[in-house]
């Protein structure tokens, strides 16, 4: 019985905490890729393979990514098929275009610490809702918003912002989902009209992979 009793006392002395730790192993020139399912924590190191890779071995940047929150960025026309991409300083981070106060009083300064802070969060790139454009303008098939990250944040001489970024292909969104979910992601509007047909740039206190998971689509994580 004592014996049971040491051992009973040594096993309940072990940590019950389920670490978020994952153990990829990157073989030939490809990108590895992580599935977060579940996740008990919202901080994950990633690497990203840099937009410029030329042919050889490709080089990546490491990432810390806090999945608290994510960037939602919504450009008429914007088909993300560049490097980067230019967002009007007067819609980015605005109380009025869906961004809380407390964020834009924090991030809307765009110091450095606040790029960084902007660039560790995960992000959706989305061009206006096709719904209201006239029938000729509108691409056949369902429109599709895009899963990614930041790179880096360069603020132009008239104050506009110029967003390099990393998307992720293999993570297609349908932007109708998206635009539906409207409480989950605390859009400001309606499913009828909403932030998906604005140009805008908000950020959201929301985890983006956990919301889209419940909706049975799963955001894949790239690591090394």
Request: aromatic share 8%; with cysteine; proline share 6%.
């Amino acid at each position: 019985m004592k014996n049971e009793l040491d051992i009973a006392a040594k096993e309940s002395s072990l940590p019950t905490e389920r670490k978020n730790t994952y153990t990829f192993e990157q073989n030939g020139t490809g990108t590895n890729i992580g599935l977060a399912q579940n996740v008990s924590s919202t901080t994950v190191n990633i690497m990203l393979p840099t937009s410029n890779n030329m042919v050889g071995t490709p080089t990546y940047i490491q990432k810390t990514i806090n999945m608290d929150y994510f960037n939602l960025f919504v450009i008429l026309g914007e088909q993300y098929d560049k490097p980067y991409f230019i967002v009007d300083v007067k819609r980015a981070l605005t109380i009025n275009e869906g961004t809380a106060k407390n964020i834009h009083d924090r991030l809307a300064t765009f110091t450095d610490e606040a790029k960084a802070e902007i660039m560790s969060y995960p992000c959706i790139f989305a061009s206006e809702n096709y719904r209201y454009s006239p029938p000729e303008t509108i691409p056949t098939g369902p429109q599709i918003a895009q899963y990614g990250f930041i790179t880096k944040i360069q603020q132009m001489h008239n104050g506009d912002l110029k967003i390099y970024f990393q998307s992720l292909p293999m993570c297609p969104i349908p932007q109708e989902t998206l635009s539906n979910m409207i409480t989950e992601l605390d859009l400001r509007g309606t499913e009828k009209l909403n932030e998906f047909d604005r140009t805008h740039w908000a950020i959201k206190n929301v985890n983006i992979v956990e919301e889209l998971k419940l909706k049975g689509i799963s955001l894949l994580i790239p690591s090394l």
